[in-house]
């Protein structure tokens, strides 16, 4: 079965540190695709990053990175020099491709940013 | 703009009362879903449509209900037969497989008293 842990319940930074959210992921396909989304205090999910398996080089996007890691079933996400505006809950995903089956989401990480 | 509509964000019911949740999308999207959230819980799936006339039930369906009569609409109800109604509801459409990223509503927050 497939399973998604996430197991920083909060965090608190200071602005301008960096911080990274782990995520780590179980499932017995060879083909799974893994998402990271962000809700803010509004409530809303905001999607921002897909990835599959067979592509596990990192991805940057503005203060964003993703580590995508085989060997150790994990897909971290970092956010560099942190702004008060990342405040949100964060949620890492998992799809596995057999089975057209829904995402299976983690319990999300808490993210404080503190002016 | 393309999106996906929940009405109202907050809801408040009497015990022993059922009560229709409405989800509407216009992103042209097969897939919807309906998903709860609790406090440290993460979102947990009640039901889901990959097309009209078909849906499936989630990991928590006991006490829902659902219709998917138009491919733009996902109404969800909650019976009185739910236990712990009380809770965040958020409704989310894709293109049909897992595979794909889901694009959230605003949800519904449901106080049961």
């Known amino acids: 079965a497939q399973k998604v842990t996430q197991a920083q319940t909060e965090i608190s930074v200071v602005e301008k540190e960096d911080v990274t959210l782990d995520c780590v992921y179980e499932?017995?396909?060879?083909?799974?695709?893994l998402f990271w989304y962000k809700q803010p205090p509004s409530g809303e999910l905001v999607f921002l990053i897909r990835?599959?398996?067979?592509?596990?080089q990192n991805e940057i996007s503005g203060r964003y990175s993703w580590n995508f890691q085989k060997s150790t079933s994990s897909f971290n996400f970092t956010i560099t020099a942190s702004q008060v505006v990342d405040s949100a809950v964060y949620f890492c995903?998992?799809?596995?491709?057999?089975?057209?089956?829904?995402?299976?989401f983690g319990k999300g990480t808490r993210l404080s940013v503190i002016a | 703009d393309g999106g996906i509509t929940q009405s109202p964000k907050y809801l408040f019911r009497k015990e022993g009362q059922n009560v229709t949740l409405s989800c509407e999308q216009n992103l042209n999207h097969d897939a919807m879903y309906w998903y709860r959230q609790d406090p440290g819980q993460g979102l947990r799936l009640i039901y889901y449509?990959?097309?009209?006339?078909?849906?499936q039930k989630g990991d928590i369906a006991e006490g829902y209900s659902v219709s998917r009569e138009k491919k733009e609409s996902f109404p969800l109800t909650v019976t009185s037969a739910q236990k712990n109604p009380t809770a965040f509801y958020l409704c989310?459409?894709?293109?049909?497989?897992?595979?794909?990223?889901?694009?959230f509503g605003p949800g519904t927050r449901l106080t049961v008293t």
């Open positions: 499932t017995r396909d060879t083909t799974y695709y």
């Open positions: 449509s990959q097309i009209v006339n078909d849906f």
């Open positions: 990835r599959n398996s067979f592509d596990e």
């Open positions: 995903a998992l799809s596995e491709m057999a089975g057209n089956t829904p995402l299976v």
């Open positions: 989310a459409s894709s293109v049909p497989g897992g595979v794909y990223e889901q694009y």
